[in-house]
């Protein structure tokens, strides 16, 4: 057979053309041969086609078929048509077969149903030799999106037997399941964090009743004291420990403990760039480009308006749990960093954190001397605007000559992937509705073919990189239980909740209220998972 689609030949146009010879033997090229046209068009919601064929055979008139063919899709619902006629002999002796067909589509998420009603007309030049009706209804139910179990059923009425048939029902049920072989992917590495993150771990674990070496082992960390302030360590796993840490010992502030005696010093080399600058402004600005050298797994944003200077931290790590504890380490030892570097004196005007309040505030007043409000938009603290030209009480320039460019290069390593670059775009711009490729290609100065073509070698697709950063943060905004759900999709950059529910049915498998209705409850009847030290 020779096919030929030609080129595009107007918006939304494309046609086919075809033609084979005969395969007959001893007959000629024309016995047999067939040839074929169809035009369609296509564009948003609209798909129209029509075809006609025909057939040369020696013993009988030509053989054609012609048919004309549609859909629209109004919304969700899928509404098609067909009307076709194949006809077959010579002038006086023609017999015809004329169909027509209605159907459509009716997906209610994760169900779809069918259904189709169909008639055929069977005529000669004679007389009416019959009619064929057929109706038949189907369901669909997507247990995943490669798993579906299916169901039909269909009613035919025959009148005069035609083709030897006769009228019945059927119905028929069945299952299907995909089975993708991925193509072998490099590992991907996980962030890490200096193993000072975790400074003061084991005298706070002892001081709540936990045994500090076994919690540590059970996360597959090493003691912190045994091991260099450098040495990188799994931010997933960090976050673990904390987590199964304050389960285990009831204390819901046990992450922010942490950050209680902690100072500039505990950032190593990104300390000295911050002292050494003139103001707060610079040194936030220092901390915000070096901090992936600390943590790979904090991402820092500061966002200036009229009347206020928003800090927000936000963590991106594999761990799919929750990162309260985390979360509030870090806005902790963020709260001391600036009061070292602006005063004992300084207060912030306010403090967030997405998750939900505590049972107790005590713990978080003496923390930061106010209480903070939870259930926000955002983990981080909010200044006034005119601390930012202070000049910090720790100013000291102590980094040195060259030691900026030796800072540049080890940042330039930590952040050398462009998996890690598309990921920290995605989170920063999620919310506001920019996170597509061509808005992550554009802040990076390359076009989208660059970012496909770089993400395709280190074996992830940009829009793998988008689920995993959802994921992620569905997970925390969703264990916030007076958060609307609609709300949660605004923040994921969903323009519509139907989007949402239906992209997190297939990354969940469920619902995102029946997903936060399971862990609330598995929460409440869970007890601690690992058991404290015996007193």
């Known amino acids: 057979m020779i096919l030929y689609t030609p080129p595009k030949i107007g918006s939304g146009f494309n046609a ?46 030509d053989f054609t078929t012609s048919s004309i063919g549609g859909w629209y899709v109004f919304g969700a619902v899928k509404p098609m048509f067909q009307v076709s006629q194949d006809k077959l002999g010579a002038a006086g002796a023609t017999c015809r077969e004329r169909g027509y067909m209605l159907g459509g589509h009716v997906p209610v998420a994760p169900r779809l149903f069918r259904f189709s009603w169909a008639r055929v007309n069977r005529t000669s030049d004679t007389a009416t030799e019959g009619v064929v009706k057929q109706l038949s209804i189907g369901y669909v139910h997507n247990l995943s999106g490669r798993a579906a179990l299916h169901a039909a059923s269909s009613m035919v009425k025959n009148s005069n037997h035609v083709n030897s048939l006769d009228s019945g029902y059927s119905v028929g049920m069945g299952a299907r399941a995909t089975f993708l072989v991925a193509p072998a992917q490099p590992p991907r590495p996980q962030r890490r964090v200096r193993s000072a993150t975790l400074l003061g771990y084991e005298d706070a674990a002892r001081a709540a009743g936990l045994d500090a070496g076994r919690m540590l082992a059970a996360a597959g960390l090493a003691p912190p004291a045994a091991v260099p302030l450098d040495t990188p360590i799994s931010a997933s796993a960090a976050c673990r420990l904390l987590e199964d840490s304050a389960r285990a010992c009831g204390i819901e502030h046990f992450g922010l403990s942490l950050s209680g005696s902690r100072g500039l010093d505990i950032l190593g080399p990104l ?63 963020l709260f001391r960093l600036l009061r070292e570097l602006v005063g004992a004196a300084w207060r912030p005007r306010r403090v967030c954190f997405s998750h939900a309040a505590p049972g107790d505030l005590a713990a978080h007043w003496r923390a930061f001397g106010l209480t903070p409000e939870f259930g926000c938009d955002f983990n981080g603290i909010v200044c006034t605007p005119v601390d930012l030209d202070a000049t910090p009480a720790a100013h000291a320039p102590r980094l040195g000559p060259g030691g900026r460019s030796q800072l540049d290069s080890l940042l330039a390593r930590s952040l050398r992937t462009m998996t890690e670059q598309v990921t920290r775009l995605v989170r920063t711009q999620l919310a506001g509705g920019r996170c597509g490729v061509d808005d992550v290609a554009a802040c990076l100065g390359v076009d989208r ?25 569905a997970v925390q905004y969703l264990s916030v239980p007076t958060r609307p759900v609609s709300y949660v999709g605004e923040l994921l950059g969903f323009a519509l909740p139907s989007a949402f529910t239906h992209w997190f049915r297939r990354e969940f498998g469920c619902s995102p209220a029946t997903w936060r209705a399971r862990q609330l409850t598995g929460a409440r009847a869970t007890l601690r998972a690992l058991p404290a030290s015996p007193a």
């Open 271 to 333: 300390s000295l760039a911050m002292r050494e600058e003139p103001t707060l402004r610079a040194a936030l600005r220092s901390m915000q480009r070096y901090l992936a050298l600390h943590s790979e797994a904090v991402l820092l944003e500061i966002e200036q308006t009229p009347g206020a200077l928003v800090i927000r931290e936000s963590l991106m790590v594999e761990y799919l749990g929750s990162t309260r504890q985390a979360d509030e380490m870090v806005v902790g030892s």
């Open 16 to 61: 086919m053309v075809a033609y084979a010879p005969s395969e007959a033997p001893g007959n000629t090229l024309r016995d047999g041969a067939h040839s074929s046209v169809k035009l369609g068009y296509q564009n948003g919601p609209l798909s129209l086609d029509v075809a006609y064929g025909k057939t040369t055979l020696a013993a009988a008139s």
């Open 449 to 473: 073919r660059t970012v496909h073509r770089r993400l395709a070698r280190e074996g992830t697709t940009f829009s793998r990189v988008l689920a995993e950063v959802r994921t992620a943060l």
